[in-house]
């Protein structure tokens, strides 16, 4: 078992910069294959970045690849999202999420994981 919870959500202007991180505990951290959704309302819920157990392989969602970056820290527990040239179309619910998987495989889909934090509000202003 392992419990998630998001911070670093906030307000912030278009242009911003933001870090989530995600702390985690319960069972060995490096086992899981982690992963951040978002959810605006009236839309689906949609994977922004998944990570595997090491670090080593990572998956990006067109709208953010290049100005969002997913890291993890195995010693600390943490999972990390930098959100660099925010626009106003991140504005969302952000959730971390985790699946005891040790493999190079990444996951995408919601209902790959079984365990999920409470979720953070990101808002950015125009």
């Known amino acids: 078992q392992v419990q998630l919870v998001e911070s670093g959500g906030g307000l912030v202007q278009a242009g911003g910069s933001l870090r989530l991180s995600c702390a985690a505990s319960g069972r060995t951290f490096s086992a899981y294959a982690m992963g951040w959704f978002r959810q605006a309302p009236g839309r689906e819920r949609e994977c922004v970045a998944a990570i595997n157990w090491s670090g080593g392989f990572t998956y990006y969602a067109d709208s953010v690849t290049g100005r969002f970056t997913i890291s993890r820290d195995n010693a600390k527990n943490t999972l990390y999202l930098q959100m660099n040239s925010l626009k106003p179309e991140d504005t969302a619910v952000y959730y971390c999420?985790?699946?005891?998987?040790?493999?190079?495989?990444?996951?995408?889909?919601?209902?790959?994981?079984?365990?999920w934090g409470q979720g953070t509000q990101v808002t950015v202003s125009s």
């Open positions: 999420a985790a699946v005891y998987r040790r493999s190079s495989s990444v996951y995408t889909a919601d209902h790959d994981y079984n365990y």
